[in-house]
């Protein structure tokens, strides 16, 4: 296992035609563009949890039924002063660097004060964010770097903090149809308050390729949520949004603010300031789009974990949303390598299997409903609101399905009523082992699955003009734990979930964790880069040419 969790990755930096068996749709035209990391030891040195590891970007470009695939690393200011210094010297999630170890005891002494308050890492390694006609890297610090998604390049490093006040920032932002982007991050102990701060950031500005007419120069604060506490904001990794309304859960995974600051003199990491406080409770914040403001009513369901929202949407006065929740935060325990190695299959039981979730919540809570009561009526769900004393509502949730993770949908759904959830299936460990197709209407699977093969996030691209929610095909890198079986490009029909090809390349893959599709109809709006170009001269001698 170490293989595949622990070793470095070498880049395929020329693109390298993978070969082909089955037929890709002629339709299927574009890059998909995937982050993960890549490298987990520099010279002597080694990351403790795998969600640090390196940057490794890497794409498949679909042209003509043929797939070309690349790799390189984030050229982030992270990557770049670990590679001088042939050692790790800048703080992961899971593991404290020091600069400099020869170092005088004045030296040292401004060191840990200025790690106080920390610069965090720009090692942008979990997904990728389009903002207008830019593609950033994004992981959950206040940094994101620019990319070429075509040539993979490392462009400009950019601060969040520049644009709005945040200290951490999801890397799961939503995108309306227009291409604006909304996000949440957190802004920490920053005059008083830490809160919790909804931004926008523009598909397009007036001026648009002009230089300097940049979308993040306008993004705006779209509302703000006070923490509960200001020394322990709730540690967060996505939220949802349907037509009217976004959901953000302030859930019991907090991150205690006095031990970061004081976790450089201590000698302990990041995530060793995160704890789960299985006694409270998950506080669930509405917050209208029309007034930008949360409604009053108190909602809040048991204490647990959430990494990933599914989808939400409104439906007769009730807003439903579907999580992947967890019982406790044993997830981020897994993935320590010293847990994924020879006998990782021993050491990695997750205590609590991530479990589809649906929540539903009234949207008018009548003042005189009983205490007691279930202010949830609708035929669809078992999911329960209880009205409570002083106008609480404690929702309970429909069990819909156990054993998924990284789940996506048709995003043409995001928001609105859907049908169709495609994930990992992992069970008792972390690890996927299936594409799963599951249909919360009908609440039945269907799933893909080959020996020795470990899925990456199911990827779904619609067929254009499709009507039908699962009209389209999904798009999985799939890494193989047998040594004679080359990695490929999974290519399913999403109806079906029958293989329509695979794309095989010659190549060392990482296990990578979130990405993007960008078809080619996207491009040629006159400021992107022709596909020749895209290519780069470089490239030719195997890039396709059009
Ligand atoms: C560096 C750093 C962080 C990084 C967190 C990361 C990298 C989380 C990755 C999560 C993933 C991949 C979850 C998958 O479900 C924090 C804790 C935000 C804050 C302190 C500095
Ligand atoms: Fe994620």
Redesign the pocket.
Known sequence: MDIIFGRNKKEQREPVRATVTGKIPSWLQGILLRNGPGMHTVGETRYNHW??GLALLHSFTIRDGEVYYRSKYLRSDTYNSNVEANRIVV???GTMAYPDPCKNIFSKAFSYLSHTI?D??D?C??NIMRCGEDFYAT???NYIRKINPQTLETLEKVDYRKYVAVN?AT?HPHYDAAGNVLNIGTSIVDKGKTKYVIFKIPATVPGAGKKGQKPLKHTEVFCSITARSLLSPS?Y?SFGITENYIIFLEQPFR?DILK?ATAYIRGVS??S??AFHGEDKTYIHIIDQRTRKPMLTKFYMDPMVI??HVNAYEEDGCLLFDVIAYGDSS??QL?YLANLNQNFKDNSRLTSVPTLKRFAVPLHVDKNAEVGSNLIKLPSTTARALKEKDDQVYCQPELLLEGL??PRINYAHNGKWYRYVFAAEVQWSPIPTKIIKYDVLTKSSLKWGEEHCWPAEPLFVPTPGARDEDDGIILSAIVSTDPQKLPFLLVLDARTFTELARASVDVEMHLD??GLFIPDADWGTGTHPSREEQDGASDRHVAPQT
Do not use: G, Q, R, V
Request: net charge negative; glycine share 0%.
């Open positions: 969600f640090d703080s992961e999630f920390p965090f890492t090692n390694l979990i992981t959950e610090t951490l890397s540690y990794h991150m970061m990041w995530a300031c995160l990494f990933h997830l981020y993935f993770e990284l964790l979130h």
